[in-house]
């Protein structure tokens, strides 16, 4: 499959040059050439197929014959190697749990299926070298670290703002060691990022072969769409319209929402739902995209002003104005909007919710209003003990601690502080 730069004053590329890659040389964001949709009988079937054949056989033409048959089957098997529970919260109303992996959050599958990519590029030519350089503000660094733990050939080095994330995450961050490195860097989140950009523009690193792994990247952002897959085949015997309402923050999620559709899965409706960071609902109201710097809430994994991947969306809607109006819908809610939920749909429900997908909640709450026959699933993205200072805040009880994370506890932090660009560059230049 070849990928064309959404900025188009670049080449297109194979599939793995745009894996490797990351960016487009003229930093626009790659995407597929064609997109065909999954045929009529794979929808009647679907509920016969396995997860993994789903996620198969929808992943499969974004590769094309750059992966072959059996070692695609094997990263996706071993991508899904955990549970994605649909929980009934309320009548009509679906939580799909996406935090079951091995760092609790939904950017697992994104992290898990990439760096099993690059690892078997890397199998392909044993010289390949690569360099993934992440800032973190939180979930990105830990799924990535996780996931890309022994991938031969690939060095991982994480950024993130000292004493600014949760003790857990600086964890996920810090213990595993081999080909993982961690910097914390004295500043802020912005702070990690304007590094990492340096970084990538400073022709004496090139020899590293920098990439990123965020959702930019199309291994990270592609698979995600499985999920939205497994939702629709649980309650496809119901026989109502689907609305479905993701947390928002830089859109690659709900992204790979509109592309699933785009391929055939019947959906509804999509409902972005953000925090006070309001770029994409303002932009609805007034069709004119106006970024603004990204403010600090309760949800921070979506504190981003100008989020990446929404270009992709007006890409897939051909930037059509009706088409956004009748299948997609974007709300911002406040922090004490998200408090408020987390405690009243524990208060009805007994359900534990996070601040995320609490703000997803909202989304679909304030969608389903308009649509009375619709059945309702919302994307719960990290497990509340991620956000357990929060959530145990307002619930006033403690959270329960899965078995991922008291490994954890155990284990020693080790990480090297840096405080300006100067000493990320000497870092860089004495990995192996
Ligand atoms: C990253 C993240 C999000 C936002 O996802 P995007 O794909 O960037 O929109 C939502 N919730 C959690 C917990 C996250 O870590």
Known sequence: MEYYSLHRKSPSVTFRNAVIQGLAPDKGLYFPKSITPLGRHFFEDIEQLTDEEIAFQAIRQFVGDEIPEAELRNIVSETLSFPFPLVEVGKNVFSLELFHGPTLAFKDVGARFMARCVGYFNRADPHARNTVLVATS????????????????????????????????????????????????????????????????????????????????????????????????????????????????????????????????????????TNANDTVPRFLKSWEYDPKPSVETLSNAMDVGNPSNFIRIRELYGDDKSKFDTEFSSYPFSDEETSDAIQIIFERFGYVLEPHGAVAYLGLQKELARFPDAVGIFLETAHPVKFREIAEKILSFPIEVPAQIEELMRLKKVSSRIGDYGQLKSFLLKQK
């Open 138 to 273: 939180g979930d990105t660094g830990g799924a990535v670290a996780s996931g890309f733990l022994n991938v031969p050939g690939v060095e991982i080095v994480i950024l993130y703002p000292d004493g600014k994330v949760s003790d857990i995450q600086e964890r996920q961050l810090t213990t595993y060691g081999r080909n993982i490195s961690a910097l914390r860097v004295d500043g802020v989140f912005d702070d990690c990022q304007a590094m990492v950009k340096a970084a990538f523009l400073d022709p004496d690193l090139a020899h590293l072969n920098l990439t990123s792994a965020n959702s930019i990247n199309v291994a990270r952002w592609l698979p995600q769409m499985f999920y939205f897959f497994f939702a629709y085949k649980r309650l496809k015997s119901l026989g109502r319209p689907l609305v479905v309402s993701c947390p928002s923050g830089n859109f690659g999620n709900i992204c790979a929402g509109v592309l699933a559709k785009k391929l055939g899965l019947p959906i509804a409706h999509f409902v972005a739902s």
